[in-house]
Nanobody, 127 residues
Framework: HVQLVESGGGSVQAGGSLRLSCAFS????????MGWFRQAPGKEREGVAT????????YYADSVKGRFTISRDNAKNTLYLQMDSLKPEDTAMYYC?????????????????????WGQGTQVTVS
């Protein structure tokens, strides 16, 4: 049974930084696409960043490119999202998600897949 638990959200001033963490269990980590998604009030959920299955390359939404960094620690079974130069428009609930894959998938492909495992979310507020 796959479980994802996010942490690290909070309130920060514009220009500040936060690091989100996603602890995962229940599957072979490297064999899944993993990503961060966010949903602001009144808006649809959108992709933020993904890590490819097996090879671990990364892909970012244009809105966060150059400011956010996705990474993973295989030894700790944890996915991270380092968020720098935060803007008020980054305010949202942030979710970690996983998509099982038995084959290699690039991070850009992972960005478009219908993820079926989700964490409970962590709130990020930028003022």
């Amino acid at each position: 049974h796959v479980q994802l638990v996010e942490s690290g959200g909070g309130s920060v001033q514009a220009g500040g930084s936060l690091r989100l963490s996603c602890a995962f269990s229940g599957y072979t980590y490297s064999g899944h696409c993993m990503g961060w998604f966010r949903q602001a009030p009144g808006k649809e959920r959108e992709g933020v960043a993904t890590v490819g299955a097996y090879l671990g390359n990364t892909y970012y939404a244009d809105s966060v490119k150059g400011r956010f960094t996705i990474s993973r620690d295989n030894a700790k079974n944890t996915l991270y999202l380092q968020m720098d130069s935060l803007k008020p428009e980054d305010t949202a609930m942030y979710y970690c998600a996983a998509y099982p894959s038995s084959i290699y998938r690039s991070a850009s492909t992972c960005f478009t897949l219908p993820y079926n495992y989700w964490g409970q979310g962590t709130q990020v507020t930028v003022s």
